[in-house]
Protein backbone atom coordinates (compact mmCIF):
# COMPACT_ATOMS: atom_id res chain seq x y z
CA UNK A 1 0.00 0.00 0.00
CA UNK A 2 1.23 3.69 -0.84
CA UNK A 3 1.41 6.39 1.36
CA UNK A 4 -1.50 8.28 -0.12
CA UNK A 5 -3.57 4.75 0.30
CA UNK A 6 -2.50 5.05 3.79
CA UNK A 7 -3.35 8.42 4.32
CA UNK A 8 -6.61 7.77 3.33
CA UNK A 9 -7.26 5.47 5.16
CA UNK A 10 -6.03 7.09 8.49
CA UNK A 11 -8.53 10.19 7.74
CA UNK A 12 -11.20 7.87 7.18
CA UNK A 13 -10.58 6.32 10.26
CA UNK A 14 -10.30 8.85 12.46
CA UNK A 15 -13.22 10.18 10.54
CA UNK A 16 -15.64 7.36 12.49
CA UNK A 17 -15.30 8.08 15.80
CA UNK A 18 -17.13 11.39 15.60
CA UNK A 19 -15.36 12.78 18.49
CA UNK A 20 -11.64 11.72 19.96
CA UNK A 21 -9.47 11.97 23.01
CA UNK A 22 -5.76 11.95 22.18
CA UNK A 23 -2.99 10.55 24.27
CA UNK A 24 -0.70 13.66 23.13
CA UNK A 25 2.90 14.02 23.86
CA UNK A 26 4.35 16.74 21.65
CA UNK A 27 6.59 13.80 19.68
CA UNK A 28 6.46 13.50 15.96
CA UNK A 29 3.49 10.67 16.10
CA UNK A 30 1.10 11.91 18.36
CA UNK A 31 1.65 15.48 17.27
CA UNK A 32 0.75 14.34 13.76
CA UNK A 33 -1.99 12.21 14.98
CA UNK A 34 -3.27 15.55 16.83
CA UNK A 35 -3.34 17.63 13.30
CA UNK A 36 -5.28 15.11 11.27
CA UNK A 37 -7.73 14.46 13.84
CA UNK A 38 -8.44 18.32 14.20
CA UNK A 39 -8.61 18.46 10.55
CA UNK A 40 -10.64 15.68 10.15
CA UNK A 41 -12.82 16.30 13.16
CA UNK A 42 -12.85 19.95 13.85
CA UNK A 43 -11.23 21.20 16.88
CA UNK A 44 -14.47 21.19 19.24
CA UNK A 45 -14.60 17.56 18.67
CA UNK A 46 -10.87 16.75 19.55
CA UNK A 47 -9.92 16.57 23.56
CA UNK A 48 -6.09 16.56 23.29
CA UNK A 49 -4.34 15.51 26.85
CA UNK A 50 -0.92 15.61 28.15
CA UNK A 51 0.45 13.43 30.67
CA UNK A 52 2.35 15.83 33.24
CA UNK A 53 4.63 13.53 35.72
CA UNK A 54 8.78 14.03 36.39
CA UNK A 55 9.29 11.70 33.62
CA UNK A 56 8.23 14.29 31.04
CA UNK A 57 10.93 16.77 30.54
CA UNK A 58 9.86 20.24 30.77
CA UNK A 59 11.57 21.82 27.57
CA UNK A 60 9.11 18.56 26.11
CA UNK A 61 6.38 20.13 28.01
CA UNK A 62 7.15 23.47 26.30
CA UNK A 63 7.41 22.41 23.01
CA UNK A 64 3.92 19.89 23.01
CA UNK A 65 2.10 23.19 24.42
CA UNK A 66 3.55 25.36 21.74
CA UNK A 67 2.54 22.83 19.09
CA UNK A 68 -0.69 22.43 19.71
CA UNK A 69 -0.80 26.57 19.69
CA UNK A 70 -0.02 26.17 15.96
CA UNK A 71 -2.38 23.53 15.44
CA UNK A 72 -5.38 25.59 16.66
CA UNK A 73 -6.36 23.04 19.80
CA UNK A 74 -6.03 23.42 23.74
CA UNK A 75 -4.00 21.21 25.18
CA UNK A 76 -5.88 19.22 29.04
CA UNK A 77 -2.92 18.80 31.16
CA UNK A 78 -3.33 15.11 33.37
CA UNK A 79 -1.49 14.68 36.31
CA UNK A 80 0.00 11.34 36.59
CA UNK A 81 1.33 9.81 39.42
CA UNK A 82 3.05 6.24 37.94
CA UNK A 83 5.75 7.40 40.81
CA UNK A 84 3.24 5.86 43.61
CA UNK A 85 2.88 2.54 41.98
CA UNK A 86 6.14 0.34 42.72
CA UNK A 87 5.48 -2.03 39.86
CA UNK A 88 6.76 1.09 38.03
CA UNK A 89 8.75 2.86 40.08
CA UNK A 90 11.04 -0.76 40.89
CA UNK A 91 12.11 -0.47 37.05
CA UNK A 92 12.03 -3.47 35.79
CA UNK A 93 11.52 -4.61 31.96
CA UNK A 94 8.17 -3.95 32.05
CA UNK A 95 7.91 -0.46 33.63
CA UNK A 96 6.21 1.13 30.30
CA UNK A 97 3.52 -1.09 30.60
CA UNK A 98 2.87 -0.17 34.07
CA UNK A 99 3.61 3.47 32.68
CA UNK A 100 0.92 3.57 29.98
CA UNK A 101 -1.47 1.63 31.82
CA UNK A 102 -1.73 4.36 34.34
CA UNK A 103 -1.92 7.19 31.39
CA UNK A 104 -4.47 5.46 29.51
CA UNK A 105 -6.42 4.99 32.53
CA UNK A 106 -7.23 8.55 32.88
CA UNK A 107 -7.79 8.98 29.86
CA UNK A 108 -10.48 6.12 29.42
CA UNK A 109 -11.93 7.70 32.53
CA UNK A 110 -12.43 11.18 31.08
CA UNK A 111 -13.76 10.14 27.75
CA UNK A 112 -15.91 8.63 29.82
CA UNK A 113 -17.18 11.49 31.82
CA UNK A 114 -17.28 13.59 27.96
CA UNK A 115 -19.11 10.97 26.45
CA UNK A 116 -16.22 10.19 23.91
CA UNK A 117 -16.00 6.96 22.54
CA UNK A 118 -12.47 6.29 21.82
CA UNK A 119 -8.99 7.11 23.24
CA UNK A 120 -6.55 7.62 20.33
CA UNK A 121 -2.33 7.05 20.64
CA UNK A 122 0.37 8.19 18.09
CA UNK A 123 1.78 4.25 18.22
CA UNK A 124 2.59 3.52 14.08
CA UNK A 125 3.28 0.49 12.54
CA UNK A 126 7.21 0.34 13.37
CA UNK A 127 6.43 0.00 16.94
CA UNK A 128 4.87 -3.78 16.39
CA UNK A 129 9.14 -4.52 15.46
CA UNK A 130 9.99 -2.85 18.32
CA UNK A 131 9.64 -3.85 22.21
CA UNK A 132 6.87 -1.97 23.03
CA UNK A 133 5.63 -3.08 26.64
CA UNK A 134 3.15 0.16 26.27
CA UNK A 135 1.50 -1.86 23.07
CA UNK A 136 0.16 -4.34 25.90
CA UNK A 137 -1.53 -1.28 27.73
CA UNK A 138 -3.23 -0.01 24.98
CA UNK A 139 -4.77 -3.25 23.69
CA UNK A 140 -5.87 -3.82 27.93
CA UNK A 141 -7.64 -0.37 27.93
CA UNK A 142 -9.12 -0.34 24.26
CA UNK A 143 -6.80 2.51 23.10
CA UNK A 144 -6.80 2.39 19.07
CA UNK A 145 -3.22 3.41 17.09
CA UNK A 146 -4.89 4.83 13.97
CA UNK A 147 -1.90 4.83 12.76
CA UNK A 148 -0.17 1.85 13.06
CA UNK A 149 -4.00 0.53 11.64
CA UNK A 150 -3.25 2.68 8.64
CA UNK A 151 0.48 0.65 8.42
CA UNK A 152 2.14 4.48 8.71
CA UNK A 153 5.68 3.88 9.61
CA UNK A 154 7.81 6.84 10.71
CA UNK A 155 9.44 7.52 7.67
CA UNK A 156 5.41 7.94 6.36
CA UNK A 157 4.85 10.10 9.04
CA UNK A 158 7.65 12.36 8.65
CA UNK A 159 7.12 12.91 5.19
CA UNK A 160 3.47 13.37 5.70
CA UNK A 161 3.80 16.06 8.73
CA UNK A 162 6.54 17.71 6.71
CA UNK A 163 4.16 18.17 3.99
CA UNK A 164 1.26 19.97 6.36
CA UNK A 165 4.16 22.18 7.96
CA UNK A 166 4.39 20.45 11.09
CA UNK A 167 7.32 22.20 13.14
CA UNK A 168 7.87 18.32 14.47
CA UNK A 169 8.45 16.72 11.08
CA UNK A 170 12.60 16.42 11.61
CA UNK A 171 11.98 16.47 15.31
CA UNK A 172 14.68 13.59 17.09
CA UNK A 173 12.75 11.19 18.85
CA UNK A 174 12.12 11.92 22.63
CA UNK A 175 10.75 9.25 24.89
CA UNK A 176 10.33 9.90 28.68
CA UNK A 177 12.83 10.15 30.77
CA UNK A 178 12.30 7.41 32.33
CA UNK A 179 13.79 5.19 29.14
CA UNK A 180 16.73 6.83 30.38
CA UNK A 181 17.04 4.85 33.98
CA UNK A 182 18.75 1.72 33.33
CA UNK A 183 16.44 -1.25 34.34
CA UNK A 184 16.87 -2.70 37.79
CA UNK A 185 17.68 1.23 39.29
CA UNK A 186 14.30 2.38 40.96
CA UNK A 187 13.17 5.44 39.50
CA UNK A 188 12.93 8.60 41.80
CA UNK A 189 11.62 12.30 40.72
CA UNK A 190 15.03 13.18 41.49
CA UNK A 191 16.79 10.97 39.04
CA UNK A 192 14.55 11.33 36.18
CA UNK A 193 15.17 15.24 37.09
CA UNK A 194 18.69 14.55 36.73
CA UNK A 195 18.85 12.94 33.67
CA UNK A 196 16.55 16.39 31.86
CA UNK A 197 19.05 18.86 33.72
CA UNK A 198 21.76 16.91 32.18
CA UNK A 199 20.46 16.26 28.57
CA UNK A 200 19.42 20.37 28.33
CA UNK A 201 22.74 21.20 29.53
CA UNK A 202 24.67 18.71 26.67
CA UNK A 203 22.08 20.01 24.53
CA UNK A 204 22.79 24.13 25.25
CA UNK A 205 26.97 23.26 24.06
CA UNK A 206 25.44 22.05 20.81
CA UNK A 207 24.65 18.76 20.65
CA UNK A 208 21.12 17.81 18.92
CA UNK A 209 20.42 13.71 19.30
CA UNK A 210 22.04 12.38 22.45
CA UNK A 211 20.80 10.65 25.71
CA UNK A 212 22.24 10.44 28.90
CA UNK A 213 21.35 6.97 30.29
CA UNK A 214 21.43 6.79 34.18
CA UNK A 215 23.54 4.05 35.66
CA UNK A 216 23.17 4.67 39.46
CA UNK A 217 26.33 6.88 40.10
CA UNK A 218 27.40 6.59 36.43
CA UNK A 219 26.37 8.68 33.47
CA UNK A 220 26.40 7.14 30.11
CA UNK A 221 26.28 9.79 27.08
CA UNK A 222 25.16 8.78 23.81
CA UNK A 223 25.95 11.67 20.96
CA UNK A 224 25.75 10.60 17.92
CA UNK A 225 29.31 8.72 16.14
CA UNK A 226 30.35 12.01 14.26
CA UNK A 227 30.08 14.07 17.59
CA UNK A 228 32.08 12.02 19.78
CA UNK A 229 35.11 13.98 19.08
CA UNK A 230 33.74 17.47 19.86
CA UNK A 231 32.14 15.74 23.40
CA UNK A 232 35.66 14.54 24.28
CA UNK A 233 37.56 17.35 23.53
CA UNK A 234 38.61 20.59 25.33
CA UNK A 235 36.72 22.60 26.91
CA UNK A 236 33.37 20.49 26.05
CA UNK A 237 34.94 17.55 27.98
CA UNK A 238 35.68 19.44 31.11
CA UNK A 239 31.98 21.33 31.33
CA UNK A 240 30.06 18.44 31.03
CA UNK A 241 31.95 16.51 33.74
CA UNK A 242 31.80 19.31 35.90
CA UNK A 243 28.36 20.49 35.53
CA UNK A 244 26.79 16.31 35.35
CA UNK A 245 29.24 15.82 39.08
CA UNK A 246 27.38 19.12 40.45
CA UNK A 247 24.05 17.27 39.28
CA UNK A 248 24.91 14.17 41.28
CA UNK A 249 26.77 11.61 39.17
CA UNK A 250 29.88 10.26 40.60
CA UNK A 251 31.45 9.10 37.01
CA UNK A 252 30.92 10.42 33.45
CA UNK A 253 31.32 8.26 30.76
CA UNK A 254 30.49 8.53 26.67
CA UNK A 255 29.50 5.59 24.81
CA UNK A 256 32.02 4.98 22.30
CA UNK A 257 29.04 3.12 20.33
CA UNK A 258 27.10 6.29 19.73
CA UNK A 259 23.78 7.35 20.22
CA UNK A 260 21.30 4.63 19.17
CA UNK A 261 17.47 4.99 20.46
CA UNK A 262 16.48 1.78 23.13
CA UNK A 263 19.96 0.85 23.95
CA UNK A 264 18.83 0.14 27.65
CA UNK A 265 16.79 -2.74 25.85
CA UNK A 266 20.27 -4.21 24.86
CA UNK A 267 20.53 -5.81 28.25
CA UNK A 268 17.23 -7.57 27.71
CA UNK A 269 17.23 -11.51 26.92
CA UNK A 270 15.03 -12.21 23.92
CA UNK A 271 13.06 -14.43 26.47
CA UNK A 272 12.52 -11.34 28.69
CA UNK A 273 11.55 -8.88 26.16
CA UNK A 274 8.43 -12.02 24.71
CA UNK A 275 7.51 -12.17 28.35
CA UNK A 276 6.80 -8.82 28.75
CA UNK A 277 5.08 -7.68 25.15
Known amino acids: MGIDEKYDQLKESIKSPGKAVIAYSGGVDSTFL???????????NVLACLGVSPSLGKSQKRTALDTA????VKVREITVRELEDENYSRNKADRCFHCKSHIY????QIAKEENIEHVLCG??????DDFRPG??????????APLMEAGLTKADIRHLSK??????????ASPCLASRISYGVNITAEKLDQVDNAEAFIKSLGFSELRVRHHGEIARIEVKKDQIEKIIAEPV????????????????????????????????????KQKYL
Not at 69 to 72: D, F, S
Not at 105 to 108: F, K, Q, S
Not at 135 to 144: H, T
Request: one cysteine or more; charged letters at 30%; a neutral charge.
Open 105 to 108: GLLC
Open 163 to 172: QLGLSTAEMP
Open 123 to 128: SNFDDK
Open 237 to 272: RTKVIKKLKELGFKYVSIDMQGFRSGSLNESLTEEE
Open 69 to 72: KEIG
Open 135 to 144: NRAANVFGVR
Open 34 to 44: LKIAVDVLGPE
